[in-house]
């Protein structure tokens, strides 16, 4: 017996999960690191955009969503323009914040801040890091 491989079937529902959310095709980007060289949040991250994009390619879930990565993601769209094949890296991030946020995951919990640094953070930087620099 024949057996028929395709995208479709070596999709997994956490990339099907990542397109339907971000809209964009995920196996467009071909690993040429435009992205990455220009990200100006990139000294902070754990895992760089670009192999943020080919981790979620090969389903790693979880080693996507625990990064710190697509939170650190200013948004700031410098990916999106330097992308060759149009890939929009800042709609996969917020997309990968969504899958976390919907599961009502804090990346933050209000409860583990000390109240001494309460008092002194900026009510701004609270919001940012309870529901995401991009909400
Ligand atoms: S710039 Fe675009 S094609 Fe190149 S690695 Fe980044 S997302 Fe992929
Ligand atoms: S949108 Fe995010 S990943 Fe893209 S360059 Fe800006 S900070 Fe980096």
Do not use: H
Not at 80 to 100: F, H, N, S, W, Y
């Amino acid at each position: 017996m024949r057996t028929e491989i395709s995208i479709q079937n070596l999709k997994s529902k956490f990339l099907d999960k990542v397109e339907e959310l971000s809209e964009e095709n995920i196996y467009t980007c071909y690993q040429c690191g435009k992205c990455s060289a220009g990200c100006p949040s990139i000294s902070e991250m754990d895992i760089s955009p670009c192999e943020i994009i080919r981790l979620v390619q090969l389903g790693q879930e979880k080693e996507v969503l625990d990064s710190k990565t697509i939170w650190i993601c200013a948004s700031c769209f410098t990916c999106v323009t330097r992308c060759p094949k149009g890939v929009d890296l800042a709609k996969v991030m917020e997309a990968l914040r969504q899958i976390t946020l919907r599961k009502n995951v804090d990346y933050v919990s209000p409860l583990s801040i000390p109240k001494e640094v309460l008092s002194q953070v900026p009510q701004i930087a609270l919001v940012s890091c309870l529901r995401k620099f991009s909400a």
